[in-house]
């Protein structure tokens, strides 16, 4: 099941054209860029490992494209997002985020429903692993 | 800069470039004139690097005439003693290259052994990587670069951090240009050393030692940039400051002539301050003999020999 998290999510996979044009986009807004993966979609699953450091004072998109590209090496069958982190005050927050990587097949995300007292439903979600 | 050695559109090609229209639209001019206008002296540097851009900008017509697709290797060596320019030049050079479009950003990071190479074992890649990321697009300017390599430890970490910059030299020529500065002799066995980078390495600039002239003339304009003169007598000091000091252990060009001044703005600082007449804008702004021929040059210099310490 496609995961649809962070920006551009509906959209087909970005290109790395796209991918650069996004973060000269972020670092023209003076945002940090930091490069993070997983392989657990789940969407309460918010905490991404990180791969390296956050990236501060970049001037040039290919910087964050290398460590992309080091990180998809290391974990090609891994979601990667770009986290894009604006540090200006009262922002001080992750300001954009999109998956760049996703594994070649994902996978499904159940929803299990279990009845609970009269006739409430609770609702479970679990990552169906291949 | 009517006399440019490379005025000349390609015959063959289907359609011609008007360089000179290309030399003034790409804004090279500029660069080369605030060059010419902001530092005194340095002729072969000069021209150097008006043959730099020279080539650069037949190359770029070139490439979009569709003769040629690589990229030219960029990455440079700059010799000299200290004091001679070289940072400056190198930011001169960051912009210059930003305008034929040869770097996207065209900004300097400018740094040291100590940036790029790490104190234990899996410290080093990730350091240089660092600096590499926040280079690209720009230009690495690395001071001193002998240091990196030091074949009496045979454990040393430079080793490393060279060989990431050399990989980086080499796929990343579109992205960033490398240019390494230091002492003529020591670079010499650098790359002596590292033919790997020897090759990489395509244009070798030298920087000259400044003459006396010029080096008054630096003086001049560096005081000048702070709202400060000489009188004409303090002027004169200056010139025998300048030929008695460069005989002096730890010369370092310009930079032995700013320290120099500061230290003359100290005293003058001090003479107006013990004086108990009200002082004029014109006292507070001239740099007078005493200030400068206090001067322990004049006795010899600093017999301890400390750096920087001397005047």
């Given at each position: 099941m496609r995961v649809t998290q962070g920006c551009f999510s509906f959209l087909p996979d970005l290109t790395d054209e796209q991918i650069t044009a996004q973060i000269e986009y972020c670092l023209g807004k003076g945002w940090a860029i930091g490069v993070e993966h997983t392989d657990d979609p789940h969407p309460r699953n918010i905490y991404w490992e990180m791969f390296g450091h956050p990236m501060f004072d970049l001037r040039d998109a290919k910087g964050a494209m290398m460590e992309l590209e080091a990180c998809r090496k290391a974990f090609p069958d891994h979601y990667i997002r770009?986290?894009?982190?604006?540090?200006t005050r009262g922002f001080e927050t992750v300001t954009m985020s999109f998956i760049v990587n996703r594994p070649k097949t994902e996978p499904g995300i159940r929803m299990t429903r279990t009845e609970v007292d009269g006739r409430s439903i609770r609702y479970t979600h679990s990552v169906q692993r291949a | 800069m009517t006399d440019h050695p490379t005025v000349e559109a390609p015959q063959t090609a289907p359609q011609t470039i008007d360089l000179k229209a290309e030399y003034e639209a790409s804004g090279v001019r500029e660069v080369l004139e605030e060059l010419d206008r902001e530092l005194i002296g340095l002729a072969p540097v000069k021209q150097r690097i008006r043959e730099t851009a020279a080539l650069l900008l037949v190359d770029r017509a070139r490439r979009s005439l569709g003769l040629s697709q690589e990229t030219p290797t960029l990455h440079m060596s700059f010799t000299g003693n200290p004091g001679t320019g070289k940072t400056t030049v190198a930011l001169k050079m960051a912009g210059l290259l930003?305008?034929?479009?040869?770097?996207?950003?065209?900004?300097?990071?400018?740094?040291?052994?100590?940036?790029?190479?790490?104190?234990?074992?899996?410290?080093?890649?990730?350091?240089?990587k660092e600096i590499l990321k926040k280079a690209m697009g720009g230009v690495l300017f690395i001071d001193e670069a002998y240091y990196l390599y030091k074949p009496d430890n045979?454990?040393?970490?430079?080793?490393?951090?060279?060989?990431?910059?050399?990989?980086?030299?080499?796929?990343?020529?579109?992205?960033?240009?490398v240019i390494l500065a230091g002492y003529a002799d020591r670079m010499d066995r650098f790359f002596q050393a590292n033919p790997g980078f020897r090759s990489r390495v395509a244009h070798h600039i030298d920087f000259p030692d400044y003459e006396d002239g010029e080096l008054l003339r630096i003086a001049d304009s560096m005081l000048d940039g702070q709202g400060y003169g000489f009188s004409p007598e303090a002027r004169e000091v200056m010139?025998?400051?300048?030929?008695?000091?460069?005989?002096?252990?730890?010369?370092?060009?310009?930079?032995s002539i700013r320290n120099a001044l500061d230290r003359a703005r100290l005293r003058q600082a001090n003479r107006l301050f013990s004086r108990d007449a009200p002082v004029s804008a014109a006292d507070l702004s001239t740099i007078l003999p005493e200030d400068i021929s206090v001067s322990r040059v004049f006795t010899g210099g600093l017999k301890t020999g400390r750096p920087e310490e001397d005047a």
């Open positions: 770009i986290n894009a982190f604006d540090s | 930003h305008r034929l479009g040869y770097v996207r950003k065209g900004h300097l990071v400018s740094v040291t052994r100590d940036d790029l190479v790490g104190q234990y074992i899996g410290h080093t890649a990730p350091k240089t045979e454990r040393d970490y430079g080793q490393e951090a060279i060989e990431i910059l050399l990989q980086v030299m080499e796929n990343n020529r579109d992205d960033l240009v010139t025998r400051y300048i030929a008695i000091r460069r005989a002096q252990p730890h010369f370092a060009n310009a930079r």
